[in-house]
């Protein structure tokens, strides 16, 4: 298992690398001047003379790429050419946004489609597989920025249940503002004891957590089925039923056992996609989280945040590979034996 | 049965969850707070907090945190200025010298009293690093007679008041901040501030939001029906502000699609407020590639454009059609300077007086992705000169991508260039029309590449006269503008209205000037009723 860690550990800060690289370089060929998205189009020709020199672009790009990479490696991941702001910090700021969003929407995602996907296998051909095979398809075709300005207008506008966009009420933030201390609003305002804040943060929750949660949730639905078919149809499950044994005993712990690897993947995958997703979301919804970031730094092409986004980026997807490996080497005796 | 029931547990779970969760929920809005807070929602950004260094859309806070010494009123006002941290001003005869009075009593945010050496090093630290530095050009040196008058000198003459009136460097600070700043350039860059006008800034979260809270101690005193405490959310799309809007989040929508503002007009709850600003859309030929090195080939294409289509699809009708380069309002605007009207038959006339008849040619026209109404009318555009034989190839270019393509070589740049400008203070003749179409060797804004003498003679000759002779000064730029219709290096489409809609708790009125593009002003703002 160590060894299988140490390769693919290296591998994964060689493909980090690679992916660094690659964006700097791409940045880089862009056609567009960063000493003009610093400064603003109206300044003239000296202060822009003057800001490429002070910004260290007037260098070869090969000592801008090694001079970046160290600074990386020191923590220093630049400043936003557009708000003159530290990009670790900035990223840090608005990353348990994005986070909280993602892990309430994959926790929706899992507890809805998991259940409702071993539900739609047990009743096969019923109403139930059949509401659960059209949900999932609406769920994974219908676009997430669609779904998300559908929502706002039947629970915002039309009903006036939910909010349609922000983290928090602007009343709420300027008049009895939630503690900073995590930087995850439900958790903040309960150790603060912030009740009322904590209901406003929860209630800007439900909307966006929907709308990123039901894609993961139709495709994990759709797979665990699939899956659970494919197991239920066994001959061992057949000889555990002749043998007597309850039918959640099958189910819970034989079948969906067997049919958790694929079930993994998914969700692994699905996780993947959140990250993806929230960029969507968060336009939609307002939401300050790194999505609402990564737009503006690549409409901008404010570089040392889009490098920033990436570095981020490509380190989550390559952990979340190399977890989801690890459990399935977990689940899979066979792999662990490979 | 049982064993179903089990199964389908963690959903139920999960739908019960949702529905008490939710039920225990009303929409802030309906609960608002404090009527003495304003929620706004913006696209303005923050790209510095310096007040010195300022020259984008930060403007809108700056505004309603610092104060310069005079402002422009719109037009029609029975005086072109007010006052603003100056109560009284004058020139010399020759125009070369102007004196400010400042008003007594003010104070800083920090509690410093305004005095003639805070405006002085304000305005030297703008002369020397501010962002729009070159609008201080004729000073030659500021001096301060005693602490309430504040002298500038000139290197020739020009009607300071203009400059001084300027939304962009002309702020006064506080010594404290810009001893501060000189030590340390990123001083203001947490989100310090130090200006005399209503407003303090509260609290900032980068790309988030801005809380201005009230300056208790405003020279200008404050009535109970004002904003105390303003938040500005900053929305990028402008689908989302107007969804923040409607659901009763925000008071004020800053940008909504424009498609839609005729529909909440409708909605007895809200009122659009909309004004004169000097915001214009226009686009440049680039004189150097051929066919567009041909005039008679500008002028056709000229006639061809759409302008009254442009204004219905790309203003939604919130503007009116340009006569040149200068918008309406704002000197030396002139409503007797000619304009294009779009005339199809004289488009091919003058095509194929140029060689090119039947048009049988092809361009590459660019716009800023980010701009929505470029999006709209640009394919009014391609349409409109298929109509007359000429391919127009349509790129959507992010601005700095279309900048970049412009600036690097004109022979290889795009044929035709849309853009959206403003002056960077009320002065379209030194502005505008300088910028845009004056030559020089290398160009800055003059994206059509145009070199004309004539045109350079006029420009710099009116200029000259504005310090002592405004009519004359007036006339001039007439003239040129004139050569530059017909030189036709660019064509000028509309200048944009500045709306924005509101609920109707909210009195709008004297919150635009023509003169403040991208600003709202919150002290003038009051609750309705």
């Known amino acids: 298992m160590w060894h299988f860690l140490r390769r693919r550990l290296l591998a994964s800060l060689l493909t980090l690398f690679g992916i660094t690289t690659i964006t700097f370089a791409l940045a880089r060929v862009v056609p567009s001047d960063p000493a003009v998205v610093y400064i603003g189009p109206l300044a003239r020709p000296d202060e822009i003379a003057r800001v490429t020199k002070e910004l260290g672009l007037d260098r070869p790009l090969y000592k801008q790429y090694l001079s970046y990479m160290g600074d990386l490696f020191q923590g220093d991941w630049g400043r936003s050419l557009a708000s003159k702001e530290s990009v670790l910090g900035t990223i840090a700021h608005r990353l348990p946004a994005t986070l909280e969003l993602i892990f309430l929407a994959m926790t929706l995602a899992v507890v809805v489609g998991i259940p409702l996907g071993i539900y739609a296998a047990y009743r096969k051909g019923g109403a139930p597989d059949l509401g659960a095979r059209v949900g999932s398809v609406v769920g994974i075709s219908m676009p997430v920025f669609w779904l998300g300005l559908l929502l706002q207008v039947l629970f915002a506008e039309w009903l006036g249940l939910l909010p349609a966009t922000g983290r928090l009420s602007l009343e709420m933030s300027v008049l009895d503002p939630i503690t900073h201390i995590t930087g995850f609003y439900l958790f903040d305002s309960l150790v603060t004891a912030n009740w009322a804040g904590f209901r406003d943060a929860a209630s800007h929750l439900v909307l966006p957590t929907i709308t990123l949660a039901a894609y993961p949730a139709a495709l994990i639905t759709r797979m665990t089925r699939a899956a659970m078919l494919d197991v239920l149809g066994q001959d061992y499950i057949r000889t555990a039923r002749t043998f007597g044994l309850g039918e959640r005993l099958v189910l819970w712990r034989l079948a969906l056992r067997n049919a958790m690897p694929t079930t993994l993947t998914v969700s692994g995958l699905s996780l993947a996609y959140l990250v993806t997703g929230s960029f969507f979301v968060e336009i939609v919804f307002n939401w300050p989280g790194i999505g609402q970031y990564s737009t503006s730094a690549l409409l901008n092409l404010d570089y040392p945040a889009i490098m920033g986004i990436t570095v981020l980026g490509a380190t989550v997807f390559l952990f979340i590979n190399l977890v989801v490996d690890l459990l399935q080497a977990k689940l899979d005796p066979r792999i662990r034996l490979q | ?396 270019l992010l601005f700095n991508q279309q900048w970049k393509l412009a600036k690097d070589d004109p022979s290889k740049a795009q044929d035709i260039f849309l853009l959206l400008y403003w002056p960077t203070y009320s002065d379209a003749g030194s502005d505008n029309l300088w910028s845009l179409f004056h030559s020089s060797k290398k160009p800055f804004f003059n994206l059509s590449y145009i070199n004309s003498p004539l045109y350079d003679k006029l420009v710099d000759g009116a200029g000259e006269l504005l310090g002592t002779d405004k009519k004359a000064s007036q006339a001039m730029y007439e003239k040129a503008m004139i050569s530059l219709q017909g030189g036709a290096a660019g064509f000028f489409l509309y200048d944009a209205d500045a709306v924005f809609v509101a609920s109707k708790s909210v009195n709008t009125t004297g919150a635009l000037n023509i003169n403040y593009p991208f600003v709202q002003f919150i002290y003038a703002m009051q609750q309705a009723g």
């Open chain 2, 1 to 396: 049965m049982r064993n179903t029931w089990k199964l389908s547990t963690p959903l139920v779970a999960v739908v019960a969850a949702l529905v008490i969760v939710t039920a225990g929920f009303a929409s802030p809005a309906r609960h608002s707070s404090s009527t003495a807070l304003l929620r706004v929602a913006t696209t303005a950004g923050v790209t510095t907090w310096d007040p010195i260094k300022s020259f984008s859309t930060e403007v809108l806070y700056m505004a309603n945190i610092y104060e310069p010494l005079v402002y422009a009123n719109p037009p029609g006002s029975s005086k072109p200025f007010r006052a603003g941290l100056a109560t009284n001003w004058g020139r010399s005869k020759d125009g070369k010298t102007w004196t400010f009075t400042l008003r007594q009593g003010v104070k800083f945010h920090n509690g410093e009293k305004l005095t003639a050496q805070a405006v002085k090093d304000s305005l030297d630290a703008a002369r020397k690093r501010g962002g729009a530095s070159f609008i201080w050009a004729p000073v030659t040196s500021i001096t301060t007679p005693n602490d309430y008058t504040v002298v500038f000198n000139l290197s020739y003459s020009y009607p300071m008041t203009l400059v001084a009136a300027s939304e962009n460097g002309a702020w006064i600070v506080c010594e404290e901040a810009l001893k501060a700043a000189a030590a340390d350039p990123n001083y203001f860059e947490s989100g310090k501030e130090c200006g005399t006008g209503p407003y303090t800034l509260k609290s900032y979260e980068s790309g988030k939001q801005v809380v201005l809270a009230q300056n208790k101690d405003y020279w200008g005193g404050w009535k109970n029906s004002q904003f105390k405490n303003v938040v500005f959310q900053i929305t990028p799309e402008a689908i989302v502000q107007q969804q923040a809007l409607q659901s009763g989040q925000v008071d004020v929508a800053g940008s909504v699609p424009v498609e839609n503002i005729a529909k909440l007009a409708r909605n007895p709850k809200f009122k659009v407020t909309r004004d004169a600003s000097s915001l214009n859309y226009l686009g440049f030929f680039n004189t150097k590639r051929p066919p567009l090195d041909n005039v008679l080939v500008r002028r056709a294409l000229a006639y061809a454009i759409p302008y009254k289509d442009i204004l219905t699809v790309g203003a939604g009708g919130f503007g009116t059609q340009s006569r040149s380069a200068v918008p309406k309002g704002i000197f030396p605007y002139s409503p007797t300077t000619p304009q294009y009207t779009q005339n199809l038959v004289k488009a091919k006339a003058l095509l194929a007086q140029a060689g090119h008849k039947g048009g049988g040619f092809s361009l590459d026209l660019t716009y800023a992705a980010e701009n929505s109404a470029e999006g709209r009318f640009a394919p009014l555009i391609k349409d409109a000169f298929k109509k007359i034989g000429v391919t127009v190839n349509v790129k959507s």
